[in-house]
């Protein structure tokens, strides 16, 4: 068979409902990693909070959207400045500490290229790749990401498979095309197709 028919080894997505599923997104046939953490009360409420607050003071979902290259120890300071009071603000804060400091360990790295977004429309609403090596996400509130199971399906198939979806407060880690030997194997995904608010954190390892 010509090199450029060969089938690619199938890619696989692992889910569990501890966090060390987190690890094993350097296996080279594993293109998505899910921890399926349920969402903590405190954080869900501030959460929600920002979503109404924001609606509330702009009209819009545009009004909150910040993004930042950080180390983990500096997140705290920038958040608490950037993010209005209200219960549940430490705790929230407090998970995206941990989840950049869970991906620096993971990667070896020394910061995070953070966003947190609020949208009321699908950001990519075309399934993708991603042009990195390796993105961190979590919605916190609304419709999660929605993402397929095979890496190397063409066009039309993808356009018939059925996508699964992220559950709100799942730490999802998407490899992408980036990842060093990973070209053809990132993980196909995308917005989902809804005008409800969705807060959506991202973050993608920065530095050595």
């Not at 009071?85 to 705790?91: F, N, V």
């Not at 066009?155 to 060093?180: D, H, N």
């Amino acid at each position: 068979m010509p090199a450029a028919f060969q089938l690619l080894p199938a890619m696989q997505q692992r889910q569990s409902d501890n966090a060390e599923v987190l690890t094993e997104i350097f296996e080279p046939t594993v293109n998505m990693v899910i921890w399926q953490r349920q969402p903590d009360p405190a954080v869900e409420s501030y959460s929600q909070y920002l979503v109404a607050a924001s609606l509330q003071a702009s009209g819009t979902t545009d009004f909150l959207q910040l993004q930042a290259v950080v180390e983990p120890a500096e997140l705290p300071a920038l958040l608490a400045q950037k993010l209005p009071d209200a219960p549940g603000k430490t705790e929230f804060i407090a998970d995206l500490q941990l989840l950049s400091q869970m991906l620096t360990c993971l990667m070896d790295c020394s910061a995070v290229g953070f966003r947190l977004k609020l949208l009321q429309q699908a950001m990519c609403p075309r399934f993708h790749t991603d042009h990195v090596a390796l993105r961190l996400l979590v919605t916190y509130v609304g419709a999660g990401t929605e993402w397929l199971n095979q890496a190397q399906s063409p066009g039309l198939y993808r356009q018939l498979q059925i996508p699964q979806q992220l559950r709100p407060a799942e730490v999802a880690l998407l490899k992408g095309s980036a990842w060093q030997g990973n070209g053809a194997g990132a993980i196909w995904h995308r917005s989902p197709e809804s005008t409800a608010p969705r807060l959506l954190v991202s973050l993608d390892p920065v530095g050595d």
